[in-house]
């Protein structure tokens, strides 16, 4: 059974840094596109940021370029999305998620298969 468990979320102040992990089970994430996602109230889920299986290949939200980092440990199982000089705008709930071996799209939501319960970020002036 899969299953994706992220951790990480919190309250920071504007300018603040989380790191959020997503631990996987069931299977292993080695062959496999990952990403993350965030979703406020009222508005889509949105592509954050995503990884090739062997991490060569990254891809992110234009508005999070330079602030955030997505990396993965194949040998752990783990995702994770390392945010920095956070601002009011990226407060959302984060999703991990687990896509198929190709993706056509990386940040497209439609491209991924496996959905954790997700983690709260609170981002306050």
């Known amino acids: 059974q899969v299953q994706l468990v992220e951790s990480g979320g919190g309250s920071v102040q504007v300018g603040g840094s989380l790191r959020l992990s997503c631990a996987a089970s069931?299977?292993?994430?080695?062959?496999?596109?990952m990403g993350w996602f965030r979703q406020t109230p009222g508005k889509e889920r949105e592509g954050v940021a995503a990884?090739?299986?062997?991490?060569?290949?990254?891809y992110y939200l234009e508005s999070v370029k330079g602030r955030f980092t997505i990396s993965r440990d194949n040998a752990k199982n783990t995702l994770y999305l390392h945010m920095h000089s956070l601002k009011p705008e990226d407060a959302a709930m984060y999703y991990c998620?687990?896509?198929?071996?190709?993706?056509?799209?990386?940040?497209?939501?439609?491209?991924?298969?496996?959905w954790g319960q997700g983690t709260q970020v609170t981002v306050s002036s």
């Open positions: 069931g299977y292993k994430i080695n062959d496999y596109w």
């Open positions: 998620a687990s896509g198929r071996r190709y993706i056509h799209l990386p940040l497209d939501w439609d491209g991924y298969n496996d």
């Open positions: 990884i090739s299986p062997n991490g060569a290949n990254t």
